[in-house]
């Protein structure tokens, strides 16, 4: 990638082959004629861009298009084997990982891969030597990767490199860290919101320009798309849904706040609420590993709403129940044509979604929520690392 464009994005043309390789991402394969159409540039200077991205490696010639009659012409596209972009979503003990080609084809996706994630600057560069070693193992050429996306939970300053979850010194901003043992452009990102940009590139999202993605996890994040843009916020920390302060009781959340969303509609709600109902002497096909006083994860209780435990239901309803008065707000503020509910309490599906319509029935107004469809993740456990990758495609072409 030495001698392409992406080395300089200064000037006119730089700008307009940034366009021409955003046009394709979105849009697909295009002729000269169509191009110079979209971008309102002349054919000669559109054919000369296209030719020196025929010879950067970046596009390639995909034939000649099919018409009724007349000359045909030839149509370009991005050229899958320029490269590949790694996306990695790090957890506290397990990485989840995906690579792709130029054009965004999922080649490889692990997950639950074992690795401790600690507050280091060892421990990061550990990651990037591990991270190396699987692309490795995988006939990946660590060389050939354009660039890697790593999204952390937490506040993640996305231009700085900084992840407050994950704090390793005032002068080592994580994305550098790794950037220098990598050898190669590195982006980081909050989880929720490389879930959202995976989901709208990639998932359930099919042409809206406007989309609320909620992540349903042991805490509860939202990404938003405004426009067909994602959204940052001045600071690069919007979407701070969890901590909402929509709720009138006593729990305290890790903010060290009372009143939190999250602590109302969340993984780490639904593990309080279901446990404190089994101390209260309520029944579950998980009571007696209660009673045996062994550890109860989130999952297990997410596996017994699944096989129809009630006590877990009834738990899921009610969690439903406030995110959906929660989501009722956002489609009164936002009036957003799409809404994506995903991490891992979505998995539950119709036990989650239908008091969170009704809630949306009860709090929302009519003439607004009905332009807004309400889906489930299509990527699943893929959407951060998928949406890792897309963004560091998109950060690395200039395109957001």
Request: proline share 2%; with cysteine; aromatic share 8%.
């Amino acid at each position: 990638m030495n001698n392409t464009f992406l080395t300089n994005t200064d000037g006119k043309n730089a700008i307009l082959k940034q366009k021409i390789l955003g046009l394709c991402i979105n849009e697909g394969d295009y002729s000269l004629a169509d191009l110079s159409k979209e971008l309102n540039t002349s054919i000669p200077t559109i054919t000369k861009l296209v030719g020196e991205l025929l010879d950067e490696g970046l596009l390639e010639d995909r034939g000649k298009l099919g018409t009724n009659g007349g000359r045909r012409p030839s149509i370009y596209g991005l050229n899958p084997t320029a490269g590949f972009f790694v996306g990695v979503d790090i957890r506290r003990k397990f990485i989840n990982m995906c690579i792709t080609d130029f054009k965004g084809t999922v080649l490889d996706y692990q997950e639950n891969i074992p690795f401790v994630v600690e507050n280091s600057e060892d421990s990061f560069i550990g990651l990037a030597h591990f991270i190396v070693s699987i692309l490795q193992k995988e006939d990946i050429n660590p060389d050939k990767v354009l660039a890697y996306g790593m999204n952390l939970t937490g506040r993640v300053n996305n231009e700085t490199g900084y992840c407050f979850s994950y704090f390793i010194g005032e002068d080592k901003p994580i994305a550098s860290v790794l950037r220098t043992a990598l050898g190669k452009p590195v982006y980081v990102e909050n989880d929720s919101r490389a879930m959202t940009y995976g989901e709208y590139i990639c998932g359930v999202a099919n042409g809206e320009s406007n989309m609320l993605f909620l992540n349903v996890a042991w805490g509860l994040g939202m990404g938003i798309i405004s426009d067909g843009k994602l959204s940052y916020g001045k600071s690069g920390f919007s979407g701070e849904i969890g901590h909402f302060p929509l709720l009138d009781n006593d729990q305290i959340c890790h903010c060290g706040k009372t009143g939190c969303l999250e602590t109302g509609a969340s993984g780490s709600a639904v593990y309080r609420i279901f446990m404190d109902k089994l101390k209260e002497g309520r029944t579950s096909m998980l009571s007696e590993k209660f009673n045996k006083g062994e550890k109860i994860h989130i999952e297990e209780i997410i596996d017994a709403a699944k096989e129809e435990d009630v006590l877990a239901i009834e738990v899921i309803e009610e969690i439903g129940s406030v995110l959906g008065r929660a989501i009722a707000g956002l489609i009164n503020l936002f009036n957003p044509e799409l809404i994506v509910i995903g991490g891992n309490i979505a998995s539950t599906k119709e036990y989650l979604l239908l008091p969170i319509r009704s809630a949306i029935q009860k709090h929302s107004l009519n003439m607004i929520n009905k332009d807004t469809t309400i889906k489930f993740s299509k990527l699943g456990k893929k959407a951060g690392s998928v949406g890792s990758c897309m963004l560091s495609r998109s950060k690395l072409l200039g395109l957001i």
